[in-house]
């Protein structure tokens, strides 16, 4: 996690370096559509490391609309579905395989951004063939983390496994639909004359530390069985032996100072809308 706040700043500061770079040549302005196949994985709590080496990869979709205004600028706006998932079972040290919590999300996500070439590009052309990209912009996502209990799915919200919004606590439960900043990179070639492909890494900056339903500390037991349920209490790994350690109220359950991220790569086919142009003298 530490490396992708990193990555994130160098991205913001690359993009602001190039934002005025000149762009000369003529050109036709255009709109594409992406189709992308991909991968989506998890960086939090149940995998505090990094996001490239996050223990479990899952199927991602997307599609993207294009407007090329230029050969260096692209407005884009995507809709991407992925699945997450995490498990302490993979961990190494000793306070996460005690813990022994898992989970699994859907991610649905919309966002809006740009992309900025490295070098100019346009698809159809034999001279602006390939480039290196950077996007950037601003979304929405929703997740709804679940776990398995007794050969069950039990979506884990409305557990408020860390006491939000029980009577022992000031915290209300988390938003399943948040903000999110997507950025990252790729590199793009044209195929012929309405077609291209590309590659792409995009994390997600998230404002969030529950996307795994983990991030603070134990709760309370007792009150969590009196206030809601069972269930609850269980699979929040709470304990009422005081001589335990790990599951004790007010211990450490997770890491919230930082917070959650997820990413989807990906490979895109592009196909370009054939513009319209017009004879020069006629209407």
Not at 3 to 21: D, P
Not at 36 to 63: E, H, N
Not at 145 to 168: D, F
Request: glycine share 10%.
């Amino acid at each position: 996690m530490f490396m992708t706040k990193k990555i994130f700043v160098g991205f913001v500061f690359i993009l602001i370096q190039h934002f005025c770079f000149s762009q000369a040549g003529k050109f036709t302005k255009y709109s594409q559509f992406d189709f992308m196949f991909g991968t989506s994985c998890y960086s939090g709590d149940l995998s505090p490391y990094t996001i490239f080496s996050s223990q479990i990869a899952k199927p991602a979709f997307g599609l993207n609309y294009k407007y090329s205004y230029n050969r260096r600028w692209t407005y884009r706006l995507g809709a991407y579905y992925g699945s997450i998932a995490g498990s302490d079972r993979f961990a190494k040290n000793k306070f996460l395989l005690q813990r022994n919590f898992s989970f699994n999300s859907q991610i649905y996500e919309l966002s809006t951004g740009f992309e900025f070439n490295f070098f100019p590009f346009e698809i159809g052309s034999a001279k602006y063939l390939a480039t290196f990209y950077l996007f950037g912009g601003l979304g929405v996502f929703n997740f709804n983390p679940y776990t398995e209990y007794n050969g069950e799915k039990v979506y884990l919200q409305p557990l408020t496994t860390e006491g939000q919004g029980t009577s022992g606590s000031e915290t209300k439960a988390y938003k399943l639909t948040q903000v999110c900043m997507p950025f990252g990179l790729g590199g793009k070639v044209s195929l012929g004359k309405n077609f291209g492909l590309s590659l792409e890494l995009g994390l997600r900056k998230l404002f969030t530390d529950y996307l795994d339903d983990v991030s603070g500390v134990y709760a309370d037991a007792r009150l969590l069985f009196k206030e809601r349920g069972s269930t609850s209490e269980n699979l929040s790994g709470s304990v009422r032996r005081t001589s335990f350690e790990t599951g004790n109220a007010g211990k450490q359950r997770g890491f919230s100072w930082n917070n959650d991220w997820y990413s989807i790569s990906s490979i895109t086919l592009t196909y370009k809308i054939p513009v319209k142009t017009k004879c020069p003298g006629m209407d």
